[in-house]
């Protein structure tokens, strides 16, 4: 009797939601943040935006649905050259502001802002609309869902790493605003998005995360 050795090796899809590919601008804050259970002082509280797309991979039979960043930043050098160090990520950092004003009646304005130089990239959103949590077949599950990260900067090996937190739940959103440059900040490949209005805008309370060590792929 002989006995293989190979090993199945992932495979890494674009993933889709009802046949359409999508790119996510996404923006948020930090809190808290602790590096292998230590508190990081002078850096626990900052803000990323950034872009990204999905991905659908397939492990010894195990699915991953994950995500593939093209740029993250945030308004620290430490933060951003850790980031490029421990998962190979194309983080930069910028100037950056956020605000969130909560009002009596349970609404609040969010607004994040990238300055660079005389230019000003900021998008907002008024969020209404109370919480819940999405279908499994909805567009806001897909998005969230994902929880695994891909990259690959400046190589050709692939790193892959967990992220842990609960499902989230999720309020739409019907008024924002997007003074954004995508030129400026991700290229002139991405630059028809400034042109484009958004398939959907939703606001996530977030919790709790977990962001596991990464891993390099043997393909």
Same mark, same amino acid.
């Not at 869902?145 to 900067?153: A, C, P, Q, T, V």
């Given at each position: 009797?002989?006995?293989?050795?190979?090993?199945?090796?992932?495979?890494?899809?674009?993933?889709?939601?009802?046949?359409?590919?999508?790119?996510?601008?996404?923006?948020?804050?930090?809190?808290?943040?602790?590096?292998?259970?230590?508190?990081?002082?002078?850096?626990?509280?900052?803000?990323?935006?950034?872009?990204?797309?999905?991905?659908?991979?397939?492990?010894?039979?195990?699915?991953?649905?994950?995500?593939?960043?093209?740029?993250?930043?945030?308004?620290?050098?430490?933060?951003? +050259?850790?980031?490029?160090?421990?998962?190979?990520?194309?983080?930069?950092?910028?100037?950056?502001?956020?605000?969130? @004003?909560?009002?009596?009646?349970?609404?609040?304005?969010?607004?994040? @802002?990238?300055?660079?130089?005389?230019?000003?990239?900021?998008?907002?959103?008024?969020?209404?609309?109370? @919480?819940?949590?999405? +279908?499994?077949?909805?567009?806001?599950?897909?998005?969230?869902?994902?929880?695994?990260?891909?990259?690959?900067?400046?190589?050709?090996?692939?790193?892959?790493?967990?992220?842990?937190?609960?499902?989230? +739940?999720?309020?739409?959103?019907?008024?924002?605003?997007?003074?954004?440059?995508?030129?400026?900040?991700?290229?002139?490949?991405?630059?028809?998005?400034?042109?484009?209005?958004?398939?959907?805008?939703?606001?996530?309370?977030?919790?709790?995360?977990?962001?596991?060590?990464?891993?390099?792929?043997?393909?």
């Amino acid at each position: 009797m002989s006995r293989s050795n190979t090993k199945k090796r992932p495979v890494f899809l674009r993933a889709k939601w009802n046949g359409n590919t999508f790119l996510s601008l996404v923006a948020f804050r930090f809190s808290n943040t602790r590096m292998l259970g230590i508190p990081t002082f002078g850096w626990r509280n900052f803000d990323e935006v950034n872009l990204r797309f999905y991905v659908r991979g397939t492990e010894n039979q195990k699915n991953k649905n994950g995500v593939v960043f093209i740029k993250e930043i945030v308004p620290r050098w430490l933060v951003s +050259t850790i980031a490029r160090l421990l998962y190979r990520e194309n983080y930069q950092n910028k100037d950056m502001n956020n605000s969130i @004003e909560s009002r009596p009646d349970s609404s609040k304005i969010i607004s994040y @802002e990238i300055r660079e130089s005389d230019l000003s990239n900021k998008f907002s959103a008024f969020v209404t609309t109370p @919480e819940k949590m999405p +279908t499994p077949d909805s567009l806001e599950a897909y998005i969230t869902e994902h929880y695994w990260g891909f990259s690959s900067r400046n190589s050709e090996k692939t790193m892959e790493y967990e992220v842990e937190h609960p499902q989230w +739940t999720v309020s739409k959103v019907e008024d924002y605003s997007i003074t954004f440059d995508f030129e400026k900040v991700y290229g002139h490949r991405f630059s028809f998005l400034s042109d484009q209005n958004p398939h959907s805008v939703f606001y996530c309370e977030g919790s709790d995360i977990i962001v596991r060590m990464g891993k390099t792929l043997n393909f």
